[in-house]
């Protein structure tokens, strides 16, 4: 039984557009122009979406937003179903099954 892993590349793309967008708006803040920050709200906005859409459990579907990381470290399991959250980079630890 093949494992099903979730996409690293997606999880990457929206913690990119969500940084730059908080610092868009940060930027725009300090400015006198309101557009700036504006742009910023919708950068943020399409991180989101990027996250609502891709970064979910492989297994059931739930979004795991507040659970992916850039790159590894311990492991983190999907709060719906319990099963450890894999990346399609991942090297398998030896476990069967």
Not at 25 to 42: C, K
Not at 60 to 83: D, H, I, Q, T
Request: aromatic share 12%.
């Amino acid at each position: 039984m093949k494992t099903m892993r979730l996409s690293r590349k997606w999880v990457r793309i929206y913690l990119t557009l969500l940084a730059v967008g908080i610092a868009v708006f940060v930027v725009g803040a300090l400015m006198p122009h309101q557009g700036i920050m504006y742009g910023g709200v919708g950068i943020a906005a399409v991180g989101a979406a990027v996250a609502w859409f891709k970064c979910r459990c492989p297994y059931c579907g739930v979004p795991l937003a507040r659970y992916v990381r850039w790159g590894s470290g311990k492991a983190r399991f999907c709060p719906g179903c319990e099963n450890e959250i894999l990346y399609d980079d991942f090297k398998d630890r030896g476990k069967i099954g």
